[in-house]
């Protein structure tokens, strides 16, 4: 990379945090409770970083215009707020990548479009993000990912210009919003997608497997 770097940005789920099992488990439950058999985990996972959208989905073959979306969505919400950190793990590497970061003295932070209903509490509960600079949920700008505003708004937090930060997703929104913010792009392919779907459409600056690998590319290995 030829510019400077300040301030590394990451999407949340699918990105820093698996949470695929909590947000699998939230729908299925509802499943059960209808007498309809469970769902292999493995059957949620791919859709995971779709939130509610993807996993009513996959439980019901339900669409977010389906009459009963809504009261279908603050279940599955009030079932994941149970067990938000039950089963949800960081992944492998995220933790000595970050640690680095901070050993660098550069800021990091999230931007997320899961709600600051979920967030907040996550985020206390998880030591990981107590060194964050900034975590921006969907709900905190008037503006939603692929909107470059919540971008924008963690680099105020931090204190940084937009075009001195990296972002790192793991959807083609976050490409989309990191492109349009100025930042220098990165596609993590390691959580949700899988190394068989193919991410070059999105015009990604980077592409990394592994969270060793975003500090290679960025010279901080």
């Known amino acids: 990379m030829q510019r400077s770097i300040r301030a590394i940005l990451f999407d949340l789920d699918g990105t820093l945090i698996d949470s695929a099992p909590d947000l699998g488990a939230a729908a299925d439950q509802m499943r059960v409770a209808r007498g309809l058999p469970s769902l292999p985990m493995a059957d949620y996972r791919p859709f995971a970083g779709s939130g509610a959208r993807g996993m009513l989905r996959v439980a019901f073959g339900m669409q977010p215009e389906d009459a009963e979306f809504p009261a279908m969505r603050e279940e599955f919400f ?17 933790a000595d990548m970050l640690a680095r970061i901070v050993a660098q003295q550069l800021h990091w932070g999230v931007v997320t479009n899961k709600s600051k209903r979920f967030t907040e509490p996550l985020s206390r509960q998880m030591a990981l993000f107590a060194s964050a600079g ?3 949920s969907g709900d905190t700008t008037p503006h939603a990912k692929p909107h470059p505003e919540p971008l924008f708004e963690a680099a105020r937090r931090i204190g ?11 959807d083609e929104r976050d490409i989309i919003a990191g492109r349009a913010a100025g930042m220098h792009t990165v596609a993590a392919v390691y959580g949700y997608l899988g190394e068989k779907q193919s991410v070059a459409h999105w015009e990604a600056d980077d592409v990394i497997n592994s969270p060793h690998e975003l500090l290679k590319r960025l010279n901080l290995a």
């Open 160 to 170: 940084v210009d937009p075009q001195d930060c990296v972002y790192v997703g793991d």
């Open 78 to 94: 009030q079932n994941y707020e149970r067990r938000m950190t039950q089963d949800t793990t960081v992944f492998d590497g995220v």
């Open 134 to 136: 900034a975590v921006v």
